[in-house]
């Protein structure tokens, strides 16, 4: 059996793929791998992460705000409905959601 995979998604651009790894209560942690749209949007998941790092609260909740605006999805890769109200957090090559 594989993990289950989703590919991210803004419209019909792909900015990556996430393959989980681990379900804790709330969120799922994942592999990330980059897709063509990844470039233009790593700026603003960097921003996320370094203000939440930095104990920048409104910042952080600004730049996750920012993020939500673009309207990105999941998509499962084997089918099913994609999930479309999510946090996500993405830092290199590892992701992490909740929906």
Same mark, same amino acid.
């Given at each position: 059996?594989?993990? *289950? +995979?989703?590919?991210?998604?803004? #419209?019909?651009? =792909? %900015?990556? !793929?996430?393959? $989980? ?5 709330? /969120?799922?942690?994942? =592999?990330? &791998? *980059?897709?063509?749209? /990844? *470039?233009?949007? $790593?700026?603003?998941? #960097?921003? +996320?992460?370094?203000? /939440?790092?930095?104990?920048?609260? !409104?910042?952080? +909740?600004?730049?996750?705000?920012? @993020?939500?605006?673009?309207?990105? #999805?999941? !998509? ?8 479309? &109200? %999510?946090? %996500?957090? @993405? ?9």
């Amino acid at each position: 059996m594989t993990d *289950p +995979s989703w590919r991210l998604v803004r #419209a019909d651009e =792909v %900015i990556g !793929v996430l393959t $989980q790894g681990t379900v804790d209560m709330f /969120w799922t942690d994942c =592999v990330f &791998e *980059p897709g063509p749209g /990844w *470039p233009d949007l $790593q700026p603003l998941f #960097a921003a +996320s992460r370094d203000a /939440w790092r930095r104990g920048d609260q !409104v910042a952080a +909740s600004e730049a996750d705000e920012t @993020i939500q605006a673009l309207e990105l #999805a999941l !998509v499962p890769i084997d089918g099913g409905p994609q999930l479309t &109200e %999510i946090l %996500i957090r @993405i830092n290199g090559d590892t992701a992490r959601f909740r929906y």
